[in-house]
């Protein structure tokens, strides 16, 4: 394997294939069943440590980090502080919440040396609201608004879902803080509004629906993001008219009628769960007795709101919605590159390729010593949105063609700089 | 608390210090043992979740990501290609290099559903070696490089050094895979060189030493890179000629001598291990069978080299070697922003610091309205490389003065644009 040391091409942008330790895998995985982690795993974007685990591999850990990018730009125009928590945390707080018994898919040991319990967090309530009670006193420091990606750990009765339903998994928590319930409520509105900007923006916007679900105790409904998938374990029922879902859950509970506009005329789908939202109230911040002082000098509870995105999650829904027989088919955004690059013999790309870079374009470069027949089959398992194909052939043009459609056009650079 | 929505300001390089959740302390925590944590807990930087374990608040996770900023860089610049692996390892594993049994600071434990035994994993030459083992074939596959960053776990025994030494830690691991003892030898050689450059641009390259360590079985010798610090849990000797330096350990199969130049003037001193390199050879390689066939067709052992880098462990290490009895003292490479621009009276500062956020400098900008001393006695606690003061009193110049001396300078922004 040859690498251009100094280069530092690999995350900047361009990545030549002959640089990648990966191999696509010819045939699926025989211990697999999910179709996002066949996938995933045949074109090298992850590799399977055991059921409910995986490891992202370099073009998987691309195409994360941009799911991860674009949730964080959306987090952050929302006004959210970056924190990072810890996976491990004590028995104790779970038991001031009263989920250490009643929780049960929580990671529980015990440390040899120093007896303590631990538990592996599956979310952050327990770690978050000791954090913010050390900080929140009065009403000038309402409202907080925290989040972090993180990994979370769940000892999930069923796995068999690929990355859609992990053991481990990569999440973004957010978590806000209020003095009262209109400010609680006015920010889960906008939050939900910027929930649709980020499936919007990860190319599944126009099959994930906000879709009314079980509240808890605290709140009458919670809402979660669906997207429409047959290897979903939900079921939703969608009014087309108001682009809303009902989730099974709660269906009987509005009469099988639109929560909207009371239409009976329902569309049941499967669906997997990419995001939620949550009305918290003072579910944790009674328990750990996170008060502050009013204008008045009235101590009240704070009132809070918690925000979920799981982000491989995300990335093994994209897979399940945008995918042929072919392969994977990576909307622009996430794709851990935007060109990819084919050399009919070995030399003939780099030029262009050398062009592409000075240009500042995402390119992977193919320019591995193997048959155009393999190359072509590769394109189309990784998914890359734009083919450019240089050949003997066609010395001064560029063939390009998208991965999504089957024309294929002639063209010079002038014309792909044009695509912006 | 006020944040200005949509400005997406705090990750883009500005923090208006209002909108920070975060409040400094008074006073150190009770229940701190450890200078580097106090300060940092002091600071607001992080929050101790329990023994061994911390959580980032936002100024801590913005030193901590220059920190992995710059020791991305230098992987690249090894040829290291950016992979995720996990932290749940299946029990076969470890059994497979048989250290299920022999590792005492393995957090082990058992799904209540799966019946599965699990290792958080502390390293990660057990997941790594069978994801190469599924790429690599032919010499034509070597030499491999791969490295992550990712959350670690271990059941220390005490855990009382602040984030020197965690139960949960955030490290960079490197794993090289080569065909022969000459190219893994070389390639080592050239990362004790890439490590040299990361501790120098962190900071502390002048009291950080190569030092030879125990091998284990595989080597005579490894590697470590010792920081010299009086909370350092290890004793070191240091040859002052050679720059380099040998840990307590081996300085007896030494003869208590300099391993390069012979010399017996030795300097003993308290230091803590950043990083380590290790070449493993085979130890992992054999067990998982992980091999190629050479260039005459003969299967071969593929030869393996380890090296990392505790990422918080350097953040803990950094203010270990430059504080103050007034608080931390930044190197500008690690610093969570390079400008503290503070107001005398509220909106004083609003011109200069849209100024600079326009000019892309990194500031955060004390607009808080509390007293003039709680904002020098804060920014001399936060240790931000550069304090500007803008005051009535001089109205048209900055005073301007850096966090490790004494001298005030006033200035106008011109001088300042200058300082790059």
């Known amino acids: 394997m040859y690498f251009e040391l100094g280069s530092r091409e690999e995350n900047s942008g361009q990545m030549k294939q002959s640089d990648l330790f990966v191999k696509t ?11 996002n982690a066949k996938l995933l795993m045949r ?22 980090r941009k799911i991860e990018g674009i949730i964080r730009e959306e987090m952050e125009s929302m006004g ?23 929780l049960d898919v929580l990671f529980r040991f015990t440390s040899y040396y120093s007896k303590n319990e631990y538990v592996l967090g599956p979310t952050h309530e327990e770690e978050v609201t000791p954090i913010l009670k050390q900080h929140i006193f009065s009403y000038r420091d309402l409202p907080a608004y925290v989040f972090q990606f993180q ?16 053991r481990e998994f990569f999440m973004k928590d957010f978590y806000s803080f209020h003095a009262d319930e209109a400010d609680l409520d006015e920010y889960y509105d906008r939050m ?6 980020v499936f919007e923006r990860l190319g599944i916007g ?16 919670s809402h979660e993001f669906q997207t429409v998938t047959p290897a979903g374990e939900d079921i939703i029922y969608i009014c087309d008219k108001c682009a809303i879902a009902v989730n099974e859950e709660v269906i009987g509970d509005m009469d099988h009628a639109c929560p909207q506009c009371a239409s009976k005329e329902l ?45 491989n999650r995300c ?20 794709a851990p590159f935007r060109f990819h690059l084919i050399e009919m013999k070995p030399g003939l790309g780099e030029a262009l390729y050398r062009e592409m870079i000075a240009d500042g374009y995402e390119v992977l470069y193919d320019d591995r010593d193997v048959s155009a027949g393999e190359k072509f089959k590769d394109a189309d398992l990784l998914g890359i949105p734009w083919r450019l194909v240089v050949s003997e052939r066609n010395k001064e043009k560029i063939e390009i063609k998208r991965r999504n459609e089957e024309q294929t056009l002639l063209v010079d650079y002038a014309d792909i700089r044009r695509l912006k």
């Open 25 to 35: 895998l010819k045939e699926d995985p025989k211990d697999e069943e999910s179709l």
């Open 43 to 64: 074109a090298g974007f992850v590799y399977k440590v055991m059921a409910g685990v995986y490891a992202l591999l370099p073009l998987g850990l691309r195409a994360m």
């Open 80 to 102: 959210g502080s970056e924190i990072l928590m810890s996976a491990l945390q004590p028995k104790a707080n779970w038991e001031t919440t009263g989920r250490w018994n009643d």
């Open 151 to 166: 990994n979370k750990f769940r000892d999930e009765k069923r796995a068999k879902s690929g990355l859609l339903r992990g």
């Open 192 to 197: 939900a509004e910027a929930y649709k900007r």
């Open 206 to 221: 126009d099959k994930t629906y906000l879709t009314f679900a079980s509240g808890g105790t605290f709140a009458k409904y």
């Open 267 to 311: 569309r049941q789908e499967k669906s997997i769960e990419v995001g939620n939202i949550f009305k918290l109230k003072d579910k944790y911040s009674a328990p750990f007795e996170l008060s502050f002082k009013d204008n008045e000098g009235v101590e009240k509870p704070v009132l809070m709101g918690c925000y979920g995105i799981g982000v």
């Open 315 to 334: 990335l093994g829904t994209i897979v399940e919605a945008s995918h042929d027989d072919k392969g994977i088919v990576w909307p622009e955004s996430v």
